[in-house]
């Protein structure tokens, strides 16, 4: 079964870094846009970055300037840089496509920013 396989959460104080990793095993991801997803606790799951076929990236206005999002089609996996990271990116990640294109969600990888 097609699945998403998020990693690379962990405890980190603010103004750290982290790089997630999320690698798809459904076939090629070449042709789809990729996208972050976060859900905070109580909050609904929100798009934080997403990249085209190419390396075009858009993100959303609370990580603009500290979240790069990458892709590497070779390896079917996407890859968020989170750096400047603050209490309130504590959330737990997860990669899809865009809509319509969602496919089940992964069990998405836990980012805690706490001193």
């Known amino acids: 079964q097609a699945q998403f396989v998020e990693s690379g959460g962990g405890l980190v104080q603010p103004g750290g870094s982290l790089r997630l990793s999320c690698t798809y095993s459904g076939g090629s991801f070449r042709s789809y846009v990729m996208g972050w997803y976060r859900q905070a606790p109580g909050e609904q799951r929100e798009l934080v970055a997403q990249?085209?076929?190419?390396?075009?990236?858009n993100y959303a206005d609370s990580v603009r300037g500290r979240f790069i999002i990458t892709r590497d089609n070779a390896k079917n996996t996407v890859y968020l840089q989170m750096d400047r990271l603050k209490p309130d990116d504590t959330a737990v990640y997860y990669c899809?496509?865009?809509?319509?294109?969602?496919?089940?969600w992964g069990q998405g990888t836990q980012v805690t920013v706490s001193s």
């Open positions: 899809n496509f865009l809509d319509p294109l969602i496919r089940p």
């Open positions: 990249i085209e076929l190419g390396t075009n990236a």
